[in-house]
């Protein structure tokens, strides 16, 4: 009885994650233009994406940004996590606080506010200026995420590591680091998503020479978002999810 | 592989480097220019374009000006963003001497209010924004006139646009004021007349007012010529038409930023677009109507004479631009947020 | 002793001057905005003015304040009433199964938003696919107004804040040793009893972060009611936004913004504070 209804509220709950794109997938099939009514099946929206470089390029440039900021801003908040959580030192409220308020800046705020501290500092909008934004604002959930797992654990395994003669970096980094690896990765898989997805502080802080996908999308709005995006968006979620589950599979194999 | 080289070759050299290959930066909404003629321009000047978009006037401008204008050749803003940049002094002045293909353009298009002489800006493509109705649900007599908009039978099934300005455009226009007037007691009348719709409004659409027809959610409202000739090709009856008292209609123009760095090959880069063949080219792929009367003349038939992509001058005659408002907008903002609160 | 001096400073200070930088700063600059008289011209001129602040106490704020608090708030539940129990699950399915179903949550999510959202108002729409389900099962007699209601909104806002939810709780409860509840259920406790006097004060810090990434950008988040909701009411952020934008009133639009953050903040103290002492509570 426990397991069913176990089971029946995870599949619910993936239906209602998946149900969407499986409809963007089918109309990515469509015939009519403006995707809003079934009017046939064909392929051609496939076959106009492969010669619109304008489209491909974008998406390889918002993919690049993703991964390298997810990766920094992982990387980073980590560390502050775990500096915040064991360490006392001053000012420590003040950055949760600063941490915080990234969360709750207006998009546009922020987008305004990191554009004018560029100029003032002097650099030209483009990848270097897009990257920094990025991992801004993809910090704070890291951080979030990774500290409500590490303050759970008992302290006095730290302190026992200490007393047995371990240093800081490694008590981080083979005791901490195990323990909050799930709650990494989830940090990770949020700022990579969150970043793959900007639009308004991007529009702000990239530069003429590097468009991403994202703001072409959104700009698209204006004389009907084309159904190349939709062929784009079909094809990449698909490559995602073999993608996903080959590399579970793969590490299954190893495993045995 | 050869993404990864040219994202390091992006990391590592300076900007300085790569500007001096001869090019021109083009800031545009997403495919408001077909590639063909980025690449006809390319192949023909040997100038690289690089393209780059937005996806509002007001974004457009606040970034420009945050940038001060540094980074980009070709701008595209809308009718009163062109007067609001000149007003600012944001724009360089457009020589047209070097335009060997200026007497193309519609004189009709020409020195409008908002740009006298064009001395800062050359039109691209024009439209309209009036009324659009299902024909399955609302008879073509009973859309006539802007005033048709408040029929008791539309309750909940009009579609606006999310933009003030034309929101309370409408209401001004009802009332017999200018869609450009500043007075705040005319806008007050306008607020007023147009909460009196709200009934009626079933969506704001801040992105294609199209949809809310072909999903059939809305049975009328107001909409651009462009959406509505798409949104007829799609369901043949949603029906577009211009109001007796007058539609509104706007231009998008080419200017350059005062601190442009490639002042002459954006110059090279409009005439180019002047071009007749190049301008019928954009306006098949746009599906708006381009502002050059040679381009018109070398287009189908069938095309040509759709009154929902060229209309009647005297139908443009009756209309009006819209013009920026300068300080009124704060009066607008203000009303619109009480529209939107209900207050 | 040195290299952990090394370790412990250099991460300190990697975080602080980040922060520093890029958040502090631009922090600053908007406040130092807020206080500046608007200008036409140049979005703001150096004249001292606490009259933007004054500006924001007026019914029509107000009013536009209250109503995104209202969309927030429901959201925040909602996502936590889907996200908890899924969570729960999740970590309770097998050990090799997890990570494959955890990364299955987010995939969806790295497809653009607005693609996402306009596949929803397909399925929603009048003449979309629920409605034509529910006329062809005969459960309705014409289409039912879905899309642009309130309905809509909060399908729109759950579907896209709920991995924020779900990833927190997920990575907290999946520390949770089942031993841990089989002993509590051996000692006689019923299971509302393991779940309340257990698994929820352990999971107490994944719901406080979960409802925190949840609350604090759907405040901003305008794009999804809009698109869904038809746009005829205005929340914070298209509020802000159009400050901003339209009327190129920076000032006031950041003092919007402040106001926001400070209320949004002393909001968190006292819900921090709350949670502490429920947890305390709960565990004595």
């Known amino acids: ?256 | 592989m050869k993404k990864w080289m040219i994202l390091i070759c992006i990391l590592l050299l300076p900007a300085a480097a790569l500007a001096a290959k001869p090019s021109v930066y083009v800031y545009n909404w997403t495919e408001y220019m077909p590639d063909a003629v980025l690449s006809a321009f390319q192949k023909e000047t040997g100038i690289k374009v690089v393209y780059s978009t937005y996806e509002s006037n007001e974004s457009m401008y606040a970034k420009v000006k945050l940038v001060r204008g540094k980074g980009y050749d070709v701008v595209f803003p809308s009718t009163y963003f062109v007067h609001k940049m000149r007003n600012q002094g944001l724009l360089a002045p457009i020589d047209q001497s070097k335009l060997t293909n200026f007497k193309h353009l519609d004189p009709m298009l020409l020195d409008k209010p908002y740009d006298p002489d064009n001395r800062y800006s050359i039109p691209y493509v024009w439209g309209s924004t009036a009324l659009a109705y299902n024909a399955d649900h609302v008879k073509p007599e009973q859309m006539i006139s802007w005033k048709d908009l408040w029929r008791p039978e539309l309750k909940n099934r009009l579609v606006m646009n999310d933009d003030l300005r034309e929101v309370f455009g409408v209401g001004l226009i009802v009332n017999g004021y200018s869609v450009n007037d500043t007075d705040p007691d005319h806008i007050r009348t306008a607020f007023e007349s147009v909460k009196e719709l709200m009934p009626n409004i079933r969506v704001f659409s801040g992105d294609s007012p199209k949809q809310p027809l072909l999903n059939l959610e809305a049975h009328g409202g107001m909409i651009w010529n462009g959406e509505a000739y798409m949104a007829a090709e799609e369901d043949p009856a949603i029906r577009y038409a211009y109001p007796r008292e007058g539609a509104i209609f706007w231009v998008d123009s080419m200017v350059i930023p005062k601190n442009a760095k490639n002042k002459e090959a954006a110059h090279r880069f409009i005439d180019f677009i002047l071009k007749p063949e190049m301008a019928k080219l954009i306006c098949e792929y746009v599906g708006y109507a381009p502002a050059n009367r040679t381009a018109v003349s070398l287009m189908d038939k069938a095309l040509k004479d759709n009154p929902m992509i060229f209309p009647d001058p005297s139908v443009v005659e009756k209309g009006e631009f819209q013009m920026d408002v300068g300080e009124a907008i704060l009066v607008y903002e203000r009303y619109w947020e009480r529209l939107k609160t209900g207050l | ?284």
């Open chain 3, 1 to 284: 002793m040195n290299e952990n001096k090394g370790f412990k400073n250099t991460a300190i200070t990697v975080n602080m001057l980040w922060i520093f930088l890029f958040v502090l700063v631009p922090n600053l600059i908007v406040v130092v905005i807020s206080f500046l008289e608007r200008d036409p011209v140049g979005f703001f001129r150096w004249e001292p003015t606490i009259s933007h602040y004054i500006n924001l106490f007026d019914p029509v704020n107000a009013r536009v304040f209250t109503h995104s608090l209202t969309y927030s708030f429901g959201t925040t539940l909602l996502t936590l009433a889907v996200g908890y129990p899924f969570a729960w699950f999740l970590s309770r399915v097998g050990r090799r199964r997890r990570p494959l179903m955890l990364m299955m949550v987010i995939v969806p999510f790295w497809t653009s938003s607005l693609i996402r959202t306009y596949a929803l108002v397909i399925l929603m729409k009048a003449n979309g696919v629920i409605n034509s389900l529910l006329v062809t099962l005969g459960l309705a007699k014409g289409p039912v107004s879905i899309l642009y209601t309130d309905v809509a909104v909060y399908v729109g806002l759950v579907y896209s804040l709920l991995p924020f939810m779900i990833l927190p709780l997920y990575a907290v409860l999946e520390k949770l040793d089942s031993r841990l509840l089989e002993a509590a259920c051996d000692l006689g406790a019923t299971h509302l009893q393991v779940f309340a006097r257990v698994v929820l004060p352990l999971s107490l810090p994944g719901v406080m972060a979960g409802s925190i990434m949840v609350f604090l950008p759907s405040m901003g988040l305008f794009y999804i009611p809009d698109l869904l909701g038809g746009a005829k009411s205005m929340l914070v952020g298209n509020f802000i936004k159009n400050q901003f934008l339209t009327s190129g009133n920076w000032p006031f639009g950041s003092a919007a913004s402040v106001f926001l953050i400070l209320v949004m903040v002393s909001m968190m103290a006292v819900y921090l504070l709350v949670m502490k002492r429920f947890n305390r509570s709960v565990m004595p």
């Open chain 1, 1 to 256: 009885m426990k397991r069913w209804v176990g089971i029946s509220w995870l599949t619910a709950v993936y239906a209602f994650l998946y149900i969407p794109l499986v409809t963007l997938m089918v109309y990515s099939f469509n015939q009519a233009r403006f995707t809003t009514v079934w009017k046939g099946f064909t392929f051609k929206w496939y076959i106009r994406l492969m010669g619109n470089q304008q489209l491909l390029d974008s998406f390889f440039n918002s993919l690049t940004v993703a991964l390298v900021a997810s990766v920094i801003a992982t990387v980073i908040g980590t560390l502050g996590a775990f500096v915040v959580s064991h360490y006392r030192f001053a000012g420590r409220k003040i950055f949760f606080g600063l941490i915080y308020s990234v969360m709750m800046s207006p998009d546009i705020v922020m987008g305004i506010s990191l554009l004018m501290l560029f100029v003032l500092m002097g650099m030209e909008t483009g990848f270097m200026t897009l990257l920094l934004a990025h991992v801004t604002f993809c910090l704070p959930f890291v951080m979030v995420t990774v500290h409500a797992r590490i303050r759970g654990f008992d302290s006095m395994v730290v302190d026992a590591a200490r007393d047995l003669g371990a240093g800081e970096f490694q008590i981080f980094y083979r005791i901490i680091l195990p323990m909050i690896l799930p709650a990494v990765l989830a940090g990770w898989l949020l700022s990579f998503t969150l970043s793959l997805d900007d639009v308004i502080i991007s529009f702000f802080v990239t530069g003429p020479e590097f468009e991403i996908l994202p703001l072409k999308i959104y700009s698209m709005v204006r004389l009907g978002v084309k159904p190349e995006v939709n062929a784009l968006c079909s094809i990449l979620f698909l490559l995602t999810l073999a993608a996903v589950t080959t590399a579970h599979f793969l590490t299954k194999e190893r495993e045995k």
